[in-house]
RNA sequence: GGCCCCAUCGUCUAACGGUUAGGACAUCGCCUUUUCAAGGCGGUAAUCAGAGUUCGAUUCUCUGUGGGGUCACCA
C-alpha cells in the first residue's frame, strides 16, 4: 500500500458514487458523482467508485467501461474502485454477495430478516388492494405470524425493529422527518440470491466506512427504511447529501432520456470541454454565493460547500451551457484553441489562417462541423460564383461599382505581399471608403467579391488571410 | 390518495429581519459597422397567494395554491 493510501486510511470524508450498469451516464448522475467528488476532495478525503450491479437484467455490457472513461474525462478520478483497488475490493457488488450474506445471517440471528412466505403475485394483489383502498402498499402489514427457515430460495425481508417516525439532518435539504408509514419490510436479498439496493449500499457503505452519502432526492423517502436497517445492525448511519434533481428544459419533469437527457460523452463528441460540464454542472444547482460564475475544476473544490446545495430541481438550460463553454474555450492556452479547431476542420480547409474567423463564431468544436456544413467556409478556399447585380450596394450603380473595385485593386496593389495584413488593407480601403458618399459602395462589393456570400467577415480580414494574389484576381473577376 | 420536500426575473441564482431585491443566460435597444460574428453600453423582467409575529418580512410561523419525490424481488 502506497503512502498516499496510508495517509487517507483514517481520512475524515469518504464518499462514493455508486452507479448501475445500465449502460448510460446521464448528466444527473454525473453531477450527483462531481458533488461526491468535490466534497472528497475537499476535505482531502477518499473519493470511491462502486458499481451497483444488483439487477442483472436491466445490465448492459460495456457499462462500466463507459463509467470509467465518463469520469476520467470528466477528471473525476476516484481513490478505490474497479480497476483500482483499495482495501474493501471488490468494488462491484455481483463479486460481493458473501459480505452481503453475512450481513443477512446477522440480521436473521438478530431476528430482524424473515423469508417472504408469499409469492410474487400475492404481494401484487395486496399492492392492489392498497391502491385501490387510495392507501400506500406496506408489506409488514401482511407480515406472516410465524417465520419459516430461509432457505435462499424465497426474498429475504426486513423485520422493521420497530414501526415509529424518524427525524434526521441532511446535508443539503436540512431537518427531515417521517411517519412509521415510510417503514416498510422491504427486501433484503431477492430470490436469484441478489441483495437489493435497498440493503447492498448500506452494507457497503458500512464496510467502505463511507461517511458522507450523496445521492439523488429520490431516496429521501427511504431514508427511514435505511436508518431502521443501521439501528438493526447497531451501526452508526453516515450523512446523506440529498441533491435535487435536474430537470427537463421544457417542463416540470425530472430530466430523462426522453427529454433530452444524454450521455455525458454525447457532450464530448460535440466538442464541449470537460472543464465546462463541471463548470455547468457544479453550478446548476450550487452557488458559493458570489457574482463569479467561471471556475475551474480546482477553483471549484476550494468554493464547494455542501449547504450551498439548493434544495429544489433546477432546469437544464442549454444556451447557457454554451455560453459557459465559451468561456472556458476562453481560457485555453492559444495553442490548444489552434489545435483544437484545426482537428475539427476537414483535411482540405486545415488552414491556420481562418482559425481567428471560427473561433469567434463557435461555442462548441462541433459548430465547426456545422459551418463546414452549411458552406460557410468555402469561399477561403474556391473564388464563388455569383450574380454581378449582387455587387450593387443599395441605390448605387453598377458602373460607379465597378468604379470603386478598381479603385480598391490600385490601392491593395501598392501592398506589397509581405505588407498585406489586416491593419493595413483596413487602412488603404478605408482610405477610399471615406471619400465615397456612402462606404458601403466600396465595402459591400469588395466584400461580396471576395466572399460571394451575404453574411462573411469583413473584407480586410478575408483579404488577409486570401492573400495579395487571390484577393485581386478575385477583384478582378469582378470588374471584369 | 398517504407520507416527505420545495417555492425570488422566461431560465440558473444572490441577498446577518432593514438593499433602489444584485448577477449570469436568454430577450430588447443603442454604439461599433458594408453584412454576419465578436465586443462595449443600456433597458424590460421576480420575491406564488392570504393571514400572523415584528417598528420593519424575500427572509420567521400558519393556511391555501403550485411543483417535485416516494409508496418494486429498479436502482
Redo the contacts with the bound molecule.
Sequence with gaps: MSEKDTGKKNASVVTRF?P?PTGFMHVGGVRTALFAWLWARKNNGIFILRI?D??KE?EVEGSIEHIIESLKWLGLDFDYGPEKDGPNAPYIQSERLEIYKKYAQTLIEKGFAYA?PY??DE?EKF?KAAEEN????LYREHRPKTFEVWDGA??LRFKTPEIKSYKWNDLV??D????P??LDDF?LI???G?P???FAHIVDDIEMQVTHVVRG??????TPKYLSVYEALGVTPPLYASMP?I?ATG????LSKRDGAKDILDYKKEGYLAETMINYLA???F?P?G?R?IFTPEELIKVFELN?I??????W?D??LD?FNKEHIKLLPKEEIEKNILEWLPPEMKNPKIIPVIL??ISKWSDITNMVGAGELDFFFKAPEYAKEKLIYKNSSLEKITGNLKSAIKALESLSENNFTVENIKTELMKI?DSLDN??EL??PV?FALSGL???????VIASILGKNETLSRLQKAIT
Design positions: 455508486a448501475s451497483e444488483t439487477d436491466r417472504d409469492t410474487g404481494v399492492r387510495k392507501k400506500p402498499f424465497k426474498p435539504q436540512g427531515l422527518s417521517a411517519g408509514e415510510a427486501i431477492k430470490s436469484d441478489f437489493t439496493y435497498n432526492q429520490e431516496f429521501i423517502s427511504s434533481h430537470m417542463g416540470n419533469k425530472k453550478f446548476l444547482g452557488n454565493g457574482e460564475e450551498r439548493q434544495r429544489s430541481g433546477a432546469k438550460n444556451e447557457k455560453w469567434e463564431r471608403a462606404r458601403g465595402l459591400h466584400r451575404d453574411k462573411s467577415p469583413d473584407p480586410f
